[in-house]
């Protein structure tokens, strides 16, 4: 795999990150996906993901607050997470492929149709876990974080604010319960921190232009036309096994 090409993909990834609040590792998952394994893209993430998502997490002043409120929802994303390593790793072969493909377009067609749901207070006790838990078997078999824990978040009536530390929140704990994972599986070995490693800085430039760019453009525009692409990328991937 040519630097270049990473470099640059974690560069359009932190921009999409800078300007979202989300997407890092679902644009370098769904690019990287098409070049190599899944589980060797999530090896390559782990770190760009695991920084800038801590970068998020404590950009504002609720951290404790939400961990408090969404410990729950954490313990079972780590869970599945850990149950569903084998699959990305190795056990579920080229399906693993065609997984992440599907997640990624299920992301897209949720968010250029605009679903949202409300969460009453009085169900979150027992959803915020199984949420997490489904989170979790997504993220051990894609190396995708974002489905459905984003739809479940957005759905908490959530400040702005709170809400982008939340999902920083949960794509941290993702990241370090992915890690584990692969590492569980040998998946993911010390000698891939460099690689890892090496992102992180075109990840953190591209996230640092996202975030000085946010105002000037159109969100709206940017989120449909971002969405269109991780369609494309989605539906590119599940073709893979068929052909």
């Known amino acids: 795999m040519h630097a270049g090409v ?5 560069v359009v990834a932190g921009f999409v990150k800078g300007v979202t609040g989300m997407g890092l590792p679902t644009v370098a998952m769904g690019v990287l996906g098409t070049l190599m394994l899944p589980v060797q893209a999530a090896a390559l993430l782990l770190l760009p993901s695991f920084v800038t998502n801590l970068w998020q997490l404590f950009a504002g002043p609720s951290v404790s607050a939400l961990c408090k409120r969404l410990w729950p929802m954490m313990v079972g994303i780590v869970g599945g997470t850990l149950a569903a390593a084998s699959f990305i790793a190795g056990a579920g072969g080229a399906w693993a492929v065609v997984g992440l493909g599907a997640a990624l377009a299920l992301y897209a067609v949720a968010g250029l149709l605009a679903w949202h749901f409300a969460v009453p207070a009085r169900h979150e006790r027992w959803l915020s876990p199984a949420i997490g838990a489904l989170t979790g078997v997504v993220t051990g078999g894609t190396g995708v974080f974002v489905v459905p824990a984003v739809p479940y978040l957005q759905g908490l009536a959530l400040k702005k604010e709170d809400l982008v530390q939340a999902l920083g929140l949960s794509f941290t704990v993702s990241t370090i319960a992915l890690a584990i994972g692969l590492a569980s599986e040998h998946a993911f070995a010390a000698d891939d921190l460099g690689v890892s490693l ?6 953190l ?5 996202g975030q000085r760019v946010r105002g000037r453009i159109s969100a709206e525009s940017f989120r449909r036309w971002f969405f269109i ?5 989605g539906i590119q991937l599940m073709a893979r096994a068929f052909v």
Do not use: H
């Not at 090496?198 to 990840?203: E, I, K, N």
């Open 205 to 209: 430039i591209g996230m640092w232009i």
């Open 198 to 203: 090496a992102a992180v800085v075109p990840a």
């Open 6 to 10: 990473v470099a640059t993909t974690f």
């Open 229 to 233: 692409c991780l369609l494309g990328l």
